[in-house]
């Protein structure tokens, strides 16, 4: 579902009046967050996805990854977590559940996290992920509604693993792309939010099922801000370019399209496939963050210091009215 369909939809319930319940879902933020007292808030997120490989122990490490991610997202850190799994026990042997348990397990624990249990139900198609829980102080959280004019935006992962998989699944990605893909969605954005941490970050989400242009949107929504985006900088997954080229897509883009272009102007040069990049549904993307221009530059060499080879700034705030998002 659209984040606009889904807003709509959660309009007509009744208005929280709890005054601890610091981010709600008014504005499609990444997880809630509830104060419980004056250091300490909890954040609170669930997030599963199908397998994007065949592999069990990396679609727990990517349905994982991709579930912890929201609690770097709001700036906090993960400690709790439970999986939840749909698995067809009458068409899959048990290894392979115990695969898919085994690889979220190692994520879990790189995040420094603990396992406290979970849920499985029967399914015709596996499905995977988690409910985490983590904290952060009250007055230390990133929201999505944050982004100040003249911000800049710094994303640390590259674009375009939906239409990858896609591929995949038809024998036309090389196996070099695909493992380059693979090696970096497996990823926790832990190292990158502890390093940003220590700016002073306006605004943050991760890039997600509503691909770049989506989440972008949903910022500058509920920024009241303009988001320009230099595509030329936005970093892309080897060969998912070619793919869109080729004509393969995803489930997804359309969707996405849908909910986002109305509210987006694209540059008369860009073509097609670079659109359609932007649309892209990402599992365990990057995150995009929104910092003043002075501390960009630092950011992102602190990032790429530490092994995020990909963060880069590719875009800017500022106030307009003619769109919310502009690709340039």
Same mark, same amino acid.
């Given at each position: 579902?659209?984040?606009?369909? !889904? ?9 929280? +009046? ?9 504005? %499609? ?5 509830? +104060?419980?007292?004056?250091?300490? &808030?909890? =954040?609170?997120?669930? /997030?599963? =996805? #199908? $397998? $994007? ?43 392979? !559940?115990?695969? =898919? =348990? ?13 396992? &406290? ?6 399914? /015709? ?17 990133? @929201? ?6 003249? /911000? ?8 375009? %693993?939906?239409?990858?998989?896609? &591929?995949? !699944? ?33 605004? &943050?989400? /991760? ?10 949107? *949903? ?13 030329? !900088? ?26 986002? *272009? $109305? ?7 860009? #073509? ?23 501390? @960009? ?32």
């Amino acid at each position: 579902m659209s984040p606009v369909g !889904l807003e709509a939809l959660l309009s007509g319930l009744p208005v929280q +009046r709890d005054p601890n319940l610091i981010v709600g879902f008014e504005t %499609s933020d990444d997880a809630g967050v509830y +104060r419980l007292n004056k250091e300490t &808030a909890l =954040i609170t997120t669930a /997030d599963f =996805i #199908t $397998p $994007p490989v065949d592999d069990p122990i990396l679609f727990g490490q990517i349905a994982a990854a991709n579930a912890l991610s929201d609690v770097y997202a709001m700036g906090g850190t993960p400690i709790t977590c439970l999986n939840l799994a749909a698995f067809p026990s009458n068409k899959l042997p048990p290894e392979v !559940l115990a695969g =898919i =348990i085994e690889g979220a397990f190692s994520k879990i624990l790189e995040a420094g996290a603990v396992l &406290a249990g979970g849920h499985t139900i029967e399914d /015709d198609e596996p499905k995977f992920g988690l409910s985490v829980n983590g904290i952060v102080h009250p007055e230390k959280i990133w @929201a999505n509604s944050g982004v100040k004019p003249e /911000d800049v935006l710094i994303l640390t992962k590259p674009i375009g %693993s939906g239409v990858l998989f896609n &591929a995949n !699944l038809k024998k036309r990605v090389t196996e070099q792309a695909l493992s380059a893909c693979l090696e970096i969605i497996t990823q926790l954005n832990k190292k990158a939010a502890e390093i940003l941490q220590s700016f002073d970050i306006h605004a &943050a989400t /991760d890039v997600t099922g509503f691909g770049l242009a989506g989440h972008a949107l *949903e910022m500058a929504r509920g920024s009241g801000v303009q988001l320009e985006i230099d595509f030329k !900088l936005v970093p892309i997954f080897e060969e998912s370019m070619k793919m869109y080229n080729q004509g393969i897509s995803t489930g997804m883009n359309a969707a996405n399209r849908k909910s986002s *272009e $109305p509210d987006m102007i694209f540059p008369s040069d860009l #073509t097609q496939s670079g659109q359609e990049l932007c649309f892209d549904p990402q599992t365990s993307g990057g995150l995009l963050v929104a910092l003043s221009v002075d501390q @960009a530059e630092q950011a992102v060499s602190r990032l790429r210091d530490t092994g995020i080879s990909h963060a880069t700034v590719i875009g800017r705030a500022v106030t307009g009215n003619d769109s919310l998002l502009k690709i340039t």
